[in-house]
């Protein structure tokens, strides 16, 4: 049994497929130096200028740079410094990697990771703080995962490095110094699984990446007040795993799905209408989403935490759902539990 | 060619008055950062050093003008003549901050002074800037639109299809590249070698724009005054876009993540005897501080005497003082308004 | 001229003559609505796309434009599978799942042709840091209009900076789809961006095949031996609309009918025969043989089978 930080199960699983497999390149703006965050420390020395390449700050070209090194046989690992600069590079991303397979008939193959820092807390603003995966779920061709610990930030980015379709990263910066116990380090979870984190009977949290974490502790909340939640951490969210989230549904009859991005538009709404659409008649209660309120993120650290859905919310939320009464003063003048 | 330009005593004291609010104002957010827990979290940007370039920008400008900047705004907004208490409580995120502290240290924004957008997003006010330079062409009036940016803009896409854009159209827009990398020795002229942009010279990419280009050493007052009344007042004239580089020598205390008072806060018996400075910044304060220079050319020219400079300082150092604990004292915006100002209505 | 020139030069002249006859059908076809979608045909760039890709050697990369039958051709695409891959058929290059505008004959090393206006660049450097391994090349088309996104100067930046074994083929046809260069740019010729970082170019007659042939080898012999990019920019012209069906109303009469005295086909075929190596009915043949060869394309599509409504999510993961 190894403890790890999040940032350290990245590092790792970069060093151990870049070892494996010498077509493994690791491409983006300062990773050279290890980039803003740390994770690419050492790997220039390592493994040389020509599998780790700094690149100047040319977000569409470097995407399709590394695409275009994916067509002729390498595994590029391009690192993308904030999600919200992702959008310079959706016309190489969205037209040219997603879609080069189906539009050869299936002729090339980009084997290609995206890694990208998401999410808010800290302060850092409109542009430095968005959650957009939504978009990403949307594009056939891309596949999105997003682990909530250390254990799956080290296997699932070395199963997303040896897939052969391009898969986007997405890792919280909220994460990265969290610890973990890693009890297989080896472990190489398929993508597309979710995991059952906590068992329960009362209702369902279906929920991914840092909003996992406020899920259970809102599950140990409403333990105290004899209400049992089973929580489910997606992981993969393209292709979803909604075999295991429909069969937990089949058990508890109630389902609320919370993620920080904005709550319109977001993964919940998906989610939600798939169970109904196969489970309608095992459900108890009509669904609930949690997510931010439609509104780009605020900088003052006030307005950022009302922000943010946390582990209040989501008991707000359960509370909502269940006809409870609150338990504690549980305002949201936001409204990020419904419309 | 830059012509020569003779700046009046009073405009001189006017320039150094702006450097020194805006160094001062840098030192007390790097204090707001340091002092205070949880303040300011997150990354922030200071214009310590860099002086010269945004006070000599600012002004050529006239009331009317607009100005687009980035994430290293506070100086330019100073400059613009933003003033301390609404810019401080913007970078700490009170609601008597400019954006009502919405906005945060990255994006100071202040419409009443011209300043529409300040871009987290490298390059992200290149195209914005083009584009009120449109909206003035179109209602033919004589504004000009300027925007500063980093020389890391130039690795960007969008840059270049601004400045086509801008040339073609013969755009007003007055394009102000602060180059703060440059070796002291290469501050007057020369290449700038980088290992992420393969251009000797950053003017060579807009001189091949057809874009009337010009470097100026960014450490220098004067010679940033006279090169943007220059520029500014060529655009004004219809002549189409104009492009500046602004060459700067980093700041010591801006080598690393985050900005450090190296030495503690200045003190001006460091501009007029470098020697007795910090050791890390004694090159930087014989060479290539703009404030420091500024100084010692005011006093040995006898425009300024070392007690009028301290006694400006002493001014400066206390409006600061008072802007920052008007900053402090300032409410935090509250939860319920976080989602106003989304769309208009 | 040498033997070996002389079946060389019959070669480059029997694929311009085969391009002609393919992208002429495409239009009639399209015309009869036997051909549906956006069709981009490079009637009059022949000499550009045979110039550059008898400069290419084996294995080495190449990629296109949404314009690129032509390249295609050029470097020995079947004609039947690519017009059944217009057709939108399953025994298409591509399954007929990309269409004209993103055709991809990966056994040759055509990567792919794109929608996106200058996307392929990005994508050729990409494939240049992998090519430059094993001793190979890449070369990359884009149009006048290209030189205008962000996206070609950061590629000349990092082309240059990494000196990637690029080649960088401008197709210079003086419109970006209908407006001419003097109205999106103001440079007089896209070399010009290339100065700053450096980056070589040679600006030649892009319906001079032999010109075109010889500034191709020059900028992928520099690339093979390590020099980096070049810009080898064709001045060219298309003799048709931007698509097929673009009466193309925004462009004089006059210029077209100056363009069309320059042919590259007229001029390549007068040059031969001038040299001897070809006679005017050796030529009559050839043309007969390419028609007739576009013909057997055209019977392939049209017997080939529809893809199945099944299978249409199919292939978009591995």
Redesign the interface.
Known sequence: MTQMRYVDGLRRAIELEMERDQRVIVLGEDVGVGGPFGITVGLLERFGERRVINTPISEDSIMGLATGAALAGKRPIIEIMFVDFITLAMSQLVNHTAKLRFMSGGQLSVPLVIRVQQGAGGGWGAHHSQSLEAWFHHVPGLKVVAPSNAADALGLLRAAIRDDDPVLFIEHRGLHFRRDEVSDPDAIPALGTAKILRGGKDLTIITYSKAVWDALAAADELAARDLSAEVIDLRSLSPLDMDTVLGSVRRTSRALIVHEAVRQGGLGAEIAAHIQETAFDWLDAPMHRVGAPFAPVPASPVLEQAFVPDTRTIVAAVEQMLGLAPASSTEDPLERRRA | MTQPHSYSVEAKRKFLEQMLTIRRAEEQVIHFATDHE?L????FHVYIGQEASGVGACAALGPDDYVFTTHRNHGHVIARGGELGPVLAEII??TTGYN????????VIAPHLGILQT??????CVPLAAGAAFSIKKRGTRQVSLVFFGD??L???????AV?LA??WKLPVVFVCENNDVARERRKGGASPS???????LT??S????VPSVTADGADMLAMAAAMGDAVSKVRGGAGPVFVESRITRWPGNAG?FPALLGGDYRLDWALAPSSGPKELQDWLQHSDPVALFVRTLVANGAMSKADVEAMDARIRKAVAEAASFALASP????????EH?FAA | MTPDTNILYRDMLQRMLLIRAFEERVIELAHRRELAGLLHVGIGQEGVAVGVATALGDGDYLYGTHRSHGHFLARGTDPGRLMAELAGKESGLCRGRGGSMHIVDAARKLMTATGIVGGTIPLALGTALVARESGHVVAVYFGDGASNTGSFHECLNMASLWKLPVVLVCENNGYAEFTPMSAHTVVSHVSVHGKPYGIPADIIDGNDTLAVLNAARAAVARAREGGGPTIVECQTYRLRGHYVGDPASYRKADEVAEWRDKDPIRRFTGLLQQRGTITAHEIDALTAAARARVDDAVAFARESPQPTPQSVADHVYA
């Open positions: 949880d300011i979290r997150g990354h995120g009170r009502k502290g919405r906005g945060g240290t990255f994006h871009s987290g997003v490298v390059g992200g890391g803009v690795e960007e896409g969008a840059f270049y299809e086509n040339s073609l290992d992420s942009l393969a251009a000797r010279q060579d990419i001189n091949a724009f057809s993540t935090a915006p509250k939860a319920e308004c976080a989602l989304i």
